[in-house]
């Protein structure tokens, strides 16, 4: 039984344009309103909740680090990291908690270069192409399995 009680939630590079980026792929709501709906998603769950966003792979992966032996739970979307870094796929499988990959739209229905994840081998499971009921989901589903 794990004694930590934090969902820890990561988004990636140009996720902090949502709102305004690609809105006929990626919705009109903003980053705000997503990790509201994550943040309470958690709380009325019982957990405690923190979130990241950056633009930068090493910060990334320090987050990553830092939630070793602390987090019960990592929700992220990495962008388009997720196509790419192995070295963030490497920071996760060193997590040992519950990890979900999270996306807003359904990459495996977009163009060629995003339908492999580097990230899906390391995680528990993956919510894509359900926008922003996408972050309450993944953080539901994280519930579920912590303990
Ligand atoms: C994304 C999908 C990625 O392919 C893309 O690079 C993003 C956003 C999504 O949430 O749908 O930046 O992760």
Redesign the pocket.
């Known amino acids: 039984m794990t004694t930590t009680t934090i969902i820890l939630l990561l988004n990636?590079?140009?996720?902090n344009l949502l709102g305004t980026r690609e809105p006929e792929?990626?919705g009109t709501d903003t980053l705000a309103e997503c990790v509201g709906d994550a943040e309470e998603a958690a709380r009325s769950a019982g957990f405690e909740f923190e979130h990241l966003q950056s633009n930068h792979e090493g910060e990334l992966i320090d987050a990553i680090h830092a939630a070793r032996d602390r987090v019960a739970a990592i929700v992220m979307?990495?962008?388009?990291f997720?196509?790419t870094s192995y070295a963030i796929a490497d920071a996760l499988a060193a997590f040992d908690g519950v990890k979900v990959e999270?996306?807003?739209?359904n990459?495996s229905a977009?163009e060629a270069w995003?339908r492999n994840s580097v990230i899906a081998p390391v995680v528990t499971g993956t919510i894509?192409g359900f926008g922003r009921a996408g972050y309450r989901l993944a953080v539901e589903a994280t519930t579920g399995r912590i303990g």
């Open positions: 990636g590079p140009n996720l792929i990626y979307n990495p962008g388009a997720t196509h999270l996306h807003l739209s990459p977009r995003r894509a």
